[in-house]
């Protein structure tokens, strides 16, 4: 097995287009290649050399189990599970593939929605935004995955989803997606004094959100 990592784009290189037709839209970006140079698998989220480890052993186990002629129930739901972790179906398809899946218990019905919610996320970041108006964009539709109870299963992806949020709610003054999105932020904040002095920040603006909110209403 190989494993390309694209990380910066090289003036004149000889594969320019090589980004592209890997799938990718930014960088950086990490694929495992096998000898044919077929994708196995991309390392989404964190990039942390846990992470790695974590994504070339799931691609590892893609690979034994499609060997398999016939899978059980449980490897079916192993299957899926890594399969939309790493990237080897899109949002779209993995949700035509959940569909496809043996009837769930509660909790794999969970485990289900956060992965689609994840490979959501990263499908609204494709490409990812490049100025304030697509952040907001993109926190709108992160709102929206909330209010219908699709958060992300990787907790690596919550600082944006949440922060995203934020800009979004500061931007059409909804002071309740912001309440929800600082609550969720500070949790993830805890402990770091680097950081308290921005929820301090965040905390006032949503307070003067509050008070202009409530203005209105009176009205």
């Not at 499908?123 to 952040?135: A, C, R």
Request: with cysteine; hydrophobic share 40%; charged share 35%.
């Amino acid at each position: 097995m190989l494993f390309l990592h694209v990380t910066t784009k090289l003036p004149d290189a000889p594969r320019d287009d090589l980004l592209r037709e890997l799938g990718g839209s930014g960088y950086p970006m990490l694929v495992f290649l096998d000898g044919d140079g077929t994708v196995l698998g991309e390392q989404l989220g964190e990039r942390s050399v846990r992470r790695f480890n974590r994504a070339l052993k799931g691609v590892r186990r893609v690979v034994a189990l499609a060997k398999k002629e016939e899978l059980t129930r449980a490897e079916r739901l192993e299957r899926f599970f890594l399969e939309c972790e790493l990237g080897r179906l899109d949002w779209v398809d993995a949700e035509a593939a959940a569909k496809k899946l043996p009837k769930l218990e509660a909790s794999e019905r969970k485990q289900v929605v956060g992965a689609l919610a994840n490979l959501e996320y990263h499908y609204i970041l494709d490409p990812p935004p490049k100025s304030t108006d697509e952040i907001v964009i993109a926190g709108e539709k992160f709102a929206e995955m909330v209010r219908e109870g699709r958060i992300p299963a990787d907790k690596t992806l919550y600082e944006v989803f949440w922060g995203f949020q934020i800009f979004y709610a500061r931007d059409v003054e909804d002071p309740k997606v912001y309440e929800r999105a600082l609550a969720e932020t500070t949790k993830l904040w805890a402990g770091d004094a680097k950081k308290e002095k921005r929820l301090a920040q965040l905390r006032r603006e949503l307070a003067n959100l509050k008070v202009r909110a409530a203005g209105e209403k009176e009205e």
